[in-house]
């Protein structure tokens, strides 16, 4: 498998406040993504960049719940079969390659806060029948044993604990096996337990999995075997991590990161100078 992103572009439209409520006048752009082409291979790709570089849209619209404005993103199996997400596309909301597609990823949304009165151990059982896996009793009781939730299996979501909640998000999107798991900023809110559950996955993720890691923490993007570089919603460096880090004196991520950023603001100072 591979996931190709041919300029796609984002834009989100907020309509301006005004006195504290919404005015009918122009919306003011925001860049979700712009123009961004890549493509990635099975394995862990840790995708990085500073606030508001497009990192979640990129996720979110890999996951089929955005659409781009422009652009698309090519899902191409190894045996040659493909299957495209774009604006056209996605008017067609019941093609059933979009719906198998859409069935082999696994999302981690940002932490958010959860009403549902269902316990842990029913959601994962409901989700893994409407997700048709085989024997959703099974599934759901070895994922609760692999994400430590055990102890709260029977525990109403809206009661869970935010690291508790997490390790539910974790479990959830690993409920059908997915080919491509899209993990955003999953250190956000993550326990002890979880964090030493969720290097434990990386660490023995299958082989033709691609996963997407958007995290600003640098250890845990040690684990990536690839980096993706965001800036202003666009691709600006993607390769092999060993090829990448070698580059640095440290060799780590985080120094590659921070001498990225640092030449970055340097041509952006020098721009302005000019
Ligand atoms: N639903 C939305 N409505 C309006 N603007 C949005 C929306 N989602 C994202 N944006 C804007 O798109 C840009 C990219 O945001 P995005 O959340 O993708 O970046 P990010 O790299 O994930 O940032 P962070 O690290 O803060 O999560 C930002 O300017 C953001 O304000």
Not at 63 to 74: C, F, N, Y
Not at 103 to 115: A, E, H, N, S
């Given at each position: 498998?591979?996931?190709?992103?041919?300029?796609v572009?984002?834009?989100?439209?907020?309509k301006?406040?005004?006195?504290?409520?919404?005015?009918?006048?122009i919306?003011?752009?925001?860049?979700g993504l712009?123009?961004?082409?890549?493509?990635?291979?099975p394995?862990?790709?840790?995708?990085?960049?500073?606030?508001?570089?497009?990192?979640?849209?990129?996720?979110?619209?890999?996951?089929?719940?955005?659409?781009?404005?422009?652009?698309?993103?090519?899902?191409r199996?190894?045996?040659?079969s493909?299957?495209?997400?774009?604006?056209?596309g996605?008017?067609?909301?019941?093609?059933?390659?979009?719906?198998?597609?859409?069935?082999?990823?696994?999302?981690?949304?940002p932490?958010?806060?959860?009403?549902?009165?269902?316990?842990?151990?029913?959601?994962?059982?409901?989700?893994?029948?409407?997700?048709?896996?085989?024997?959703?009793?099974?599934?759901?009781?070895?994922?609760?044993?692999?994400?430590?939730?055990?102890?709260?299996?029977?525990?109403p979501?809206?009661?869970?604990?935010?690291?508790?909640?997490?390790?539910?998000?974790?479990?959830?999107?690993l409920?059908?096996?997915?080919?491509?798991?899209?993990?955003?900023?999953?250190?956000?809110?993550?326990?002890?337990?979880?964090?030493i559950?969720?290097?434990?996955?990386?660490?023995?993720?299958?082989?033709?999995?691609?996963?997407?890691l958007?995290?600003?923490?640098?250890?845990l993007?040690?684990?990536?075997?690839?980096?993706?570089?965001?800036?202003?919603?666009?691709?600006r460096?993607?390769?092999?991590?060993?090829?990448?880090?070698?580059?640095?004196?440290?060799?780590?991520?985080?120094?590659?990161?921070?001498?990225?950023?640092?030449?970055?603001q340097?041509?952006?100072?020098?721009?302005?100078?000019?």
């Amino acid at each position: 498998m591979r996931i190709e992103w041919s300029h796609v572009s984002k834009i989100f439209r907020l309509k301006p406040k005004q006195k504290g409520r919404l005015s009918s006048r122009i919306p003011t752009p925001s860049i979700g993504l712009l123009d961004f082409s890549a493509t990635v291979r099975p394995g862990i790709t840790a995708v990085l960049g500073p606030k508001g570089s497009g990192k979640s849209t990129l996720l979110r619209l890999t996951a089929m719940q955005l659409v781009p404005d422009d652009g698309r993103v090519t899902y191409r199996s190894d045996d040659g079969s493909f299957c495209i997400w774009s604006k056209s596309g996605a008017a067609m909301a019941d093609d059933p390659m979009l719906t198998r597609m859409k069935q082999c990823i696994g999302y981690v949304p940002p932490l958010r806060k959860m009403d549902q009165t269902i316990s842990v151990e029913h959601s994962l059982m409901y989700l893994a029948q409407t997700r048709r896996v085989p024997n959703p009793k099974r599934r759901a009781m070895e994922l609760i044993a692999q994400w430590g939730l055990g102890s709260v299996r029977r525990v109403p979501l809206h009661e869970l604990k935010p690291g508790e909640l997490k390790r539910f998000f974790l479990a959830k999107s690993l409920l059908a096996d997915p080919v491509i798991w899209l993990l955003d900023e999953p250190e956000t809110g993550l326990d002890e337990m979880g964090r030493i559950l969720l290097e434990k996955a990386l660490a023995s993720q299958p082989k033709h999995r691609i996963t997407l890691l958007a995290t600003q923490d640098m250890d845990l993007a040690e684990w990536a075997s690839d980096l993706l570089l965001m800036e202003g919603g666009s691709c600006r460096r993607y390769g092999r991590k060993r090829w990448l880090t070698a580059g640095v004196p440290q060799g780590t991520v985080k120094a590659w990161y921070e001498w990225m950023q640092t030449f970055s603001q340097y041509l952006k100072s020098n721009n302005m100078n000019q």
